[in-house]
Every structure is written in structure tokens, then in C-alpha cells.
């Protein structure tokens, strides 16, 4: 045996006690050892770190959020917050100080009018700027008078649309800072509760809610806040940004009931008036037969959607019971019955077919196999139980064969035999694919739209 055999075996036999102690060695000492590489192995790299000046040149850009027990952090955290949007409002221009600023347009505007509307050029508009003080400074930049520049032959804009930009951004701005208020965590985010403060606070200041008695106070901010994160948390991920909700007409539809002479079509289709919201919650206490606060799938089967925004009849439900089926399997429930809550979801889901939000909703209850696409079965799994009703109603079936045509005819999906949420939404008809497949009534007004059609034009010529 040569040195070189000797050396192998050498090797190999620690190799062997190595591997024998690593298997008697404890799990802590396992553990132990792990600790030990990886301290040396941040020190090291800590070392690099301090040693290396172009890493101080870094920001920090994480900032941990105090814990539950840090009490003393919290508070500081909340104060500052307070004491920094304090800051924010006392730089936004105040009603003396827009009147001021209209005073001051009115007086530099340029001649010749357009009709009654008065315009000022880009050398009268820094005039302007220049007398409107700090406050009014970022309004008056080239960037904003070329947004606003139209069609004018003299290269003017609009004293009034102007105006009416510098009162939307300092009003977009004002409720920016009262969100903020509510988001508690200063993340950029209102979870439920947080919306719920904010819109029990706004009641009072909103004329048009001034019948609501108190104790329907909670019911109606349940019914508010439900539109927001219907349409703005579709995963329900339970918080929604404030940027988005600045950026829907929600906040607009809710102000506009500080118009105390608002008119009774405009309170009707909106769904945050009193009216609208007594209508939804008085919906739920007729369908609750049996008074105990939730629906039964039994009761929820009188449900029907109105045809006119603000108008529903009770006890004239058209919606099958395979769809009602699904629901109570798709959606949360609790003891097999659904909340108010549960409830205000279905309501928006079905009164806004034609939105993506309550396009997704439905598909998720229509999507039987969850596949994440329509086929045919599902097709005809829900049609059945239309042609089912026609039979109970004395209407001759119709048959599926013609209808699943008709739906791929509108859809035109990518796939010739699948239709996804996207392809709904993108074809402009998943509305009325809803409606054939689900809703009996909604079925026969696409049988009968023709007819509907030549009625209503008969109707507008009388």
C-alpha cells in the first residue's frame, strides 16, 4: 500500500468520525453552531459595511411601526401625524382667500369675451400669480395654463374653468387631510372601521340626511360604506387606498347631499341619499320573513331587482334557485343565512351588471366548476333551471342549443369554447349574459327586446 492509498484513507476516516458526531450531536448544538456561522458571517459583512463610506449615502426607507405595547411610540407617531396635516390644512387656500383670488382674475382678464365667459392670456395670468400670494403659487405655472388652453384664438383660458381647478384641487386636498385623519395606521389605507368613523362623523354636516333618526345611524353607515369596498376592495382584502377613493365619484355622490334642495330623481339614484338607503335596509326587513336579522335562502328567493332605479316589488323574486344556490355556497353566510352585510353586496352585484366589480362577483358564482372560465356545461347547468321556470309560467322552452349560440355570438371570447371574466367584461354584453342565465325576467327582456324597442318608440311619439 503506497503513501498516496494511506492518504485516502486517512481522509475518509475523518470524514467518518465527522459524520459519527454530527449524527450523536444534539439539536441544540446543531442549532448553536447555525447561530455561530451566521453571527460571523453578519459581523463580517457589518464590517464590510462600516468600512465602505459610499453605504452611509443610502436613506433609510423603512421605518418600523411601533407594536401594540410601545404605547409611549404610538402616541408620538399619532401626534405628529396630527401636528404634520395640521400643517398640510393651514396651507390651503380658505374661502377669503379664493374670493381673493377671484377678485383678482376677474379684474386682469383679457378681452374679448366668449359670450359671457370672461379669459385671461399667459402674461395677465402671471400678473395674477404674482398678487395672489404663496399660497396660490402652484397654480399659476405654465404646466397648468396648458392643460387648460383649449381652442381660443387669442391662446387664452377660461377665468371660470380656472377657478373651478384651483377649488377641486384645494378641495381634493382638504379631503385628502380628513382621510388621513381616520387612517390609523398612516399607511395610506382606511380599513372598514376607519371609513365608518369617518362617514358617522359626516352625517350631521349632510343636510339631506337630516330625517335619519339615530338609531338608524349604523345601518345607514353599514349601507355606505359597503359601496366603497364593493368596488374598491374586490379582493376583499379589507382596507382600501385613499388615493382611490379620491379618485371614484363616490365622495362626490355622498357631498352632493349637502345640497338642501336637491332634486327627488337625483336623491333616488343615488345610492348614498336617505331615501336610497331606507329602500335597501326596508328590502331586507320585508324579505326577513321570520324576523330573526338574517335571510334564508328561502326568503332571499323574493328578491327582485328593480327596473327603475328607487322602485321594487316584494314577493315577485325571479331569480332561480340553482343561482340562489350558488350564492349561499359562494358567498359568506352564517348558519346558512345572510347578513345585511352579505345582503348589500348581493344588491350592488346585481343593480350593477354592467360594472367590472359586479361582473367578477358574478362570475365567481356562476363559474360552478371553478375553472376560471365558462363552458358550456355551466352554460346550460344555469339555463336549465330558466327553461324550468318558462315551463311553470306556461311559456314555451327555448332551446339551449340557440341560446349558447347567442351568448358566444356576443361575447366573441378568445377561446371559441370558453369564456373568461375578461372576455365579459370586454365585450360590453356580460350584463345581459348575466341576466339570460340567472334572472327569468331578465331573460324575457332579451327574447322580447324588439318588441320592448318598438313600444317605447311608440310611447315617445304619443
Not at 359670450?115 to 404663496?134: C, P, R, S
Not at 306556461?394 to 371570447?413: A, H, L, T
Not at 348575466?434 to 324588439?450: M, Q
Amino acid at each position: 500500500m503506497g503513501l498516496e492509498d494511506i492518504g485516502k484513507m486517512n481522509i475518509w476516516k475523518s470524514l467518518r468520525i465527522y459524520n459519527e458526531k454530527k449524527v450523536h450531536r444534539t439539536e441544540a448544538e446543531v442549532k448553536e453552531e447555525e447561530v455561530e456561522r451566521f453571527t460571523n458571517l453578519y459581523e463580517h459583512r457589518k464590517g464590510e459595511i462600516t468600512s465602505n463610506k459610499s453605504y452611509k449615502l443610502i436613506p433609510k426607507f423603512f421605518f418600523k411601526l411601533p407594536s401594540e405595547d410601545e404605547l409611549l411610540l404610538q402616541k408620538l407617531r399619532e401626534e405628529s401625524r396630527a401636528v404634520f396635516l395640521q400643517r398640510r390644512s393651514k396651507e390651503l387656500l380658505d374661502n377669503e382667500e379664493l374670493q381673493g383670488l377671484w377678485f383678482l382674475l376677474d379684474k386682469h382678464h383679457t378681452p374679448p369675451l366668449v359670450g359671457e365667459d370672461q379669459m385671461i392670456n399667459y402674461e395677465d395670468f402671471l400678473k395674477v400669480g404674482a398678487q395672489a400670494g404663496t399660497k396660490c403659487q402652484p397654480f399659476f405655472t405654465a404646466t397648468v395654463f396648458a392643460k387648460l388652453l383649449q381652442t381660443d384664438p387669442y391662446g387664452r383660458i377660461s377665468i371660470m374653468q380656472f377657478f373651478n381647478y384651483v377649488m377641486r384641487k384645494v378641495w381634493l386636498h382638504q379631503t385628502r387631510i380628513g382621510l388621513s385623519l381616520y387612517d390609523v395606521a398612516g399607511q395610506g389605507f382606511l380599513k372598514e372601521s376607519d371609513l365608518e368613523n369617518y362617514i358617522l362623523e359626516l352625517i350631521p354636516t349632510l343636510p339631506q340626511l337630516d330625517c335619519l333618526e339615530k338609531s338608524f345611524y349604523s345601518f345607514y353607515v353599514c349601507t355606505a360604506v359597503r359601496k366603497f369596498f364593493f368596488f374598491l376592495d374586490p379582493l376583499r382584502t379589507g382596507r382600501i387606498k385613499i388615493q382611490d377613493i379620491l379618485a371614484c365619484s363616490f365622495l362626490d355622490d355622498l357631498l352632493e347631499l349637502r345640497d338642501e334642495e336637491l332634486p327627488k330623481e337625483a336623491q333616488e339614484s343615488n345610492w348614498f341619499s336617505a331615501p336610497s338607503a331606507l329602500r335597501v335596509y326596508g328590502q331586507y326587513l320585508n324579505l326577513d320573513k321570520d324576523h330573526n336579522g338574517m335571510l334564508s335562502k328561502e326568503e332571499l328567493a323574493s328578491y327582485s331587482v328593480p327596473n327603475v332605479p328607487g322602485k321594487s316589488e316584494y314577493g315577485t323574486g325571479t331569480l332561480t334557485p340553482v343561482f340562489l344556490d350558488r350564492v349561499f355556497q359562494e358567498c359568506l353566510t352564517y348558519d346558512g343565512e345572510m347578513d345585511y352585510k352579505t345582503y348589500l353586496d348581493f344588491v350592488l352585484a346585481l343593480e350593477n351588471r354592467k360594472e367590472p366589480q359586479a361582473l367578477q362577483y358574478l362570475y365567481r358564482i356562476l363559474d360552478v366548476q371553478n375553472r376560471g372560465h365558462l363552458n358550456i356545461f355551466a352554460l346550460n347547468y344555469f339555463f336549465r333551471a330558466i327553461q324550468d321556470q318558462m315551463k311553470v309560467h306556461g311559456q314555451e322552452p327555448v332551446s339551449f342549443e340557440d341560446v349558447k349560440d347567442e351568448i358566444f355570438d356576443m361575447i366573441k371570447p378568445a377561446d371559441p369554447l370558453k369564456i373568461t371574466l375578461q372576455d365579459l367584461i370586454n365585450s360590453g354584453q356580460g350584463d345581459t349574459v348575466v341576466s339570460i342565465l340567472i334572472d327569468l325576467n331578465g331573460f324575457w327582456t332579451y327574447e322580447n327586446r324588439e318588441v320592448l324597442v318598438a313600444e317605447t318608440s311608440e310611447e315617445a311619439e304619443v
